[in-house]
């Protein structure tokens, strides 16, 4: 069964080759694990995805969007599909909002633009987003800054913004990363409802295994620009085949694998 | 709540418009206390540096023949309480100023306040103009520079800037003096309007909105002809300086998250430029903006000399080159006061620009 997108064979090269070849395929309501240390090329797939690599940055293979190639798409086409059929939730919400901007703003511009919403439409669309990923106060919210809300806050707000179009496919990089552990399994719990709710594709980019064993219905692992294992999240923990794979698990504090190997020198 | 003085996670909207805009009051209140403390300690400066200058300022006043007289000369001193010691000399300076009394100039043999009141507007039109310029001129060069980075268009603004950055101030206005009055006759000449026209009454001290608020088109349209030529001069410099930074503020923008994560959004180009990108780069440009109106206070002394433009450098000048001491004390004031209320607008700016200092 082909996927609502559909990554094939996909090359990213910035001055060396940095992903060498990736295959994915995400299913609508199924959250899809992208594992893999830093350097490993996850987060560049993702940017891929939607266009947003530096310049000098070439890409190959494939990226469809249903019918639709995405590679090579012009930048204006690229702009209607951005937020409106794929939205992105990054690592820090404390820098991927704009501190000068207040939260009502940044959460109706591209919904006016996708939408064709008026102001107060918008407004009222945004209140209903910001309700559904539990900021309280919702419509004061509106006409507050990012800095006089909590970490966890700023994260649910970033992810009312992507949500907010109605999007396919949500790309989060390493989306409870930077924000405190107890606040990380909040944020985690309304992905995986969201994924569901609204029959969302999730592409979950994250280093660390312990939030991927949570929500995760499928499991790629990348390492060095390709990946070197995927299967559904019950065998990936189960039953990993790679040696590399069994090394990140046996990184986990509190483990309950075995395996008996040990992180392999990198020397990439 | 990352906030410190509130914890209004439950609060309703009017409690927190209410609290909120306090601190934004007090922390203007600062600005402003420290800027009176400022004045006096600019005030001090000036008499002090005034007063160690070498050079008999009796025999400047009086004309060596008279200062050759010894009665006149006791006569003179005693008047100006000049046997008194430096600290009395001091307040008694000081008791003037609040009287608004800033002595007689030397030079015209007026009112030094008098003065200063014709001299200050000449010199801050060209100066508002000329920063209004520049910054317009180098937002759109540094933010393109920024965006085609390494390209061409690049290549160009770093040449155009170098060479604004190069040039001398004095060379250039007298080259283009030169070139558009006396060769192409398409400037018209020195001075802040032609003498065939009358001065607007005074209003605002600026010619041109004063022939505006007048109704006067004609006056209108020969003062902002006068003043394009200096303006210009003095604009390339400043566009040098501060296309460069811009360039540099907007570089370290466009690499931020929050550009990454609106572009992420499907905002179209112009959208991420006007309301994320140079909404971004607005601080440290403002920070710029207010050095930058320092450095071109200072470049209009040159200007003003060739273009003959009857502003506070050519009062400066004048008054120094003649030992005028109170012409000197209240040029040396009152560019203190402009540079004060440059930064307080600054301040007031950051309030206005950046929610964590108004609300914070």
Known sequence: ?268 | MSTGTTSAGTAGPRTRTRRARSPLARYLLRRAGTSVLLLIGVTIVTFTLTNLVPGDPVSAALGEGAAQNPETREAFIRSRGLDQPFVVQYFLYMGNLLRGDLGTSLVTGRAVTTDLATAVPATVEIAIAAIVVSLAVSIVLGTLAAYRRGLVADQVVRVVTLVGLSVPTFWLALVSFYLFFLQLRIAPGSGRISPSITPPPRVTGFYTIDYLLNGDGVGFLDAAAHLALPVLVLSLVTIGLLTRFIRTSVLEVLASDYVRAARAKGVSGARVVLDYVLRGASLPILTVVGVAFGALLSGTVLVESVFSWPGLGTYAYNSASNLDLPGIMGVGLVVGVIYLVINFIVDLLYGVLDPRVRLA
Do not use: W
């Not at chain 1, 310049?55 to 409106?84: K, P």
């Not at chain 1, 669309?125 to 909590?150: I, K, T």
């Not at chain 1, 409870?176 to 409802?193: E, K, S």
């Open chain 1, 1 to 268: 069964m082909t996927g609502v997108l559909t990554i094939d064979e996909l090359t990213v090269d910035i001055g060396r080759p940095l992903v060498k070849g990736v295959s994915l395929d995400l299913h609508p309501g199924r959250i899809h694990g992208l594992a893999g240390e830093s350097g490993s090329g996850k987060t560049l797939t993702s940017l891929a995805v939607l266009g947003l690599l530096p310049r000098q940055a070439t890409t190959g293979g494939s990226v469809r969007l249903g019918d639709t190639e995405l590679l090579r798409m012009g930048r204006r086409e690229l702009n209607r599909i951005r937020g409106r059929r794929i939205a992105m939730v990054f690592q820090d919400p404390s820098s991927a909002l704009h501190p000068q901007l207040t939260v009502g703003h940044q959460l109706t511009d591209h919904v006016r633009t996708h939408l064709g919403l008026n102001r107060s439409d918008a407004r009222d669309h945004a209140v209903e987003m910001l309700e559904r990923v539990a900021v309280p106060n919702a419509a004061d919210a509106l006409g507050r800054y990012p800095h006089q809300f909590s970490g966890g806050q700023r994260q649910r707000i970033c992810i009312a913004i992507a949500l907010a179009c109605d999007p396919d496919v949500l790309l989060a990089d390493e989306p409870t990363t930077a924000l405190d552990v107890t606040v990380q399994a909040g944020i985690l719990q309304l992905l995986r409802d969201l994924a569901t709710e609204r029959e969302l594709a999730v592409l979950l980019v994250t280093h660390d295994l312990g939030v991927m064993s949570a929500i995760a219905d499928d499991v790629a692992v990348m390492r060095d620009g390709r990946i070197v294992e995927a299967a559904d999240r019950a065998t990936i923990f189960a039953a990993p085949q790679h040696d590399y794979t069994r090394g990140l698990l046996a990184a986990l504090p509190g483990s309950r694998l075995e395996t008996g190997t040990h992180l392999e020198e990198d020397g990439a």
